[in-house]
Antibody, heavy 121, light 110 residues
Framework: QVQLLQSGSELKEPGASVKVSCKTS????????MSWVRQAPGQGLEWMGW????????TLAQGFAGRFVFSLDTSVSTAYVQISSLKAEDTAIYYC??????????????WGQGTMVIVSS | QSVLTQPPSVSAAPGQKVTISCSGG????????VSWYQQFPGTAPKLLIY???KRPSGIPDRFSGSKSGTSATLGITGLQTGDEADYYC???????????FGGGTRLTVL
């Protein structure tokens, strides 16, 4: 069965960096893209972008360019998001979500359990 | 501010039907399919509807989706207290290769 298992919660100081992992199983990793979604406390879902797991080419949503980097390790079927120069407003739950595409239409069919990142001094 | 607009909350009694709307524009919903996600407090979202009206395996037929023009609707019949959750609409802009979510709707089953 398809599973996306994310790394554990993180507590970081402002200005630090964090790397969240999303280890997949139950399917061929490079067949589907991987998206990242942010959910700030008490807020809705915010699409951060996606990475083509075949080419490694990332597409970041507006507002996420610069400090957010998507990467892959296809040898272990794992996707990562690294956030640098952390700010208090980066405090959120970060979800990975498999991107299923049929032609040009896509949706998020399987989700990781989420990783809480808290930025606080 | 979300590109897709949903009502912040809806409510209905057990056994009744409720609909949740998702309004967008010609550049998003108008030219793309809509998906819906269910999220219980403290858990990850779950795919409920894709391609406007299709249900993944395991999703009961009490849940339905429709789309007309630049709006979409999620319908839930035979409401149960276990349906209390946040519901999000989403769409994929193939031209931008970008995803968008609505602001979410909190369903209360009174």
């Amino acid at each position: 069965q398809v599973q996306l298992l994310q790394s554990g919660s993180e507590l970081k100081e402002p200005g630090a960096s964090v790397k969240v992992s999303c280890k997949t199983s139950g399917y061929t990793f490079t067949t589907y893209g991987m998206s990242w979604v942010r959910q700030a406390p008490g807020q809705g879902l915010e699409w951060m972008g996606w990475i083509n797991t075949n080419t490694g080419n990332p597409t970041l949503a507006q507002g996420f360019a610069g400090r957010f980097v998507f990467s892959l390790d296809t040898s272990v079927s794992t996707a990562y998001v690294q956030i640098s120069s952390l700010k208090a407003e980066d405090t959120a739950i970060y979800y990975c979500a498999r991107l299923f595409c049929s032609g040009t239409n896509c949706w998020f069919d399987f989700w990781g359990q989420g990783t809480m990142v808290i930025v606080s001094s | 501010q979300s590109v897709l607009t949903q009502p912040p909350s809806v409510s209905a009694a057990p056994g009744q039907k409720v609909t949740i709307s998702c309004s967008g524009g010609s550049s998003n919903i108008g030219n793309n399919y809509v998906s819906w996600y269910q999220q219980f407090p403290g858990t990850a979202p779950k795919l409920l509807i894709y391609e406007n009206n299709k249900r993944p395996s395991g999703i009961p037929d009490r849940f339905s989706g429709s789309k007309s023009g630049t709006s979409a609707t999620l319908g839930i019949t035979g409401l149960q207290t276990g349906d209390e959750a946040d519901y999000y609409c989403g769409t994929w802009d193939s031209g931008l290769s970008a995803g968008f979510f609505g602001g979410g709707t909190r369903l209360t089953v009174l």
